[in-house]
């Protein structure tokens, strides 16, 4: 796994956050926000580096995430 620097792991918290409030509240769960934060890691780990880039990369998934775990 690849190491993040601290100030990008603050900002991947941070997007995670953001990316929690849009989802729908009966779909708020802790499996959802693990699916989310993995989508949020992947970018991360692919060179997306910037905050807004970060919750697109997980805002783009939600659906996606959300048919899987229904």
Known sequence: MPK???QLGQAMRTAL???MKVVPSKY???ATKAC???CILK??????TSYDGLIKAAAD??????SMLT
């Open 4 to 6: 993040f620097d601290p």
């Open 17 to 19: 956050e953001e990316v």
């Open 28 to 30: 708020s769960t802790v």
């Open 36 to 38: 989310l934060a993995e």
């Open 43 to 48: 970018a991360a780990a692919e060179g997306q």
């Open 61 to 66: 998934q939600i659906q996606t995430v959300l």
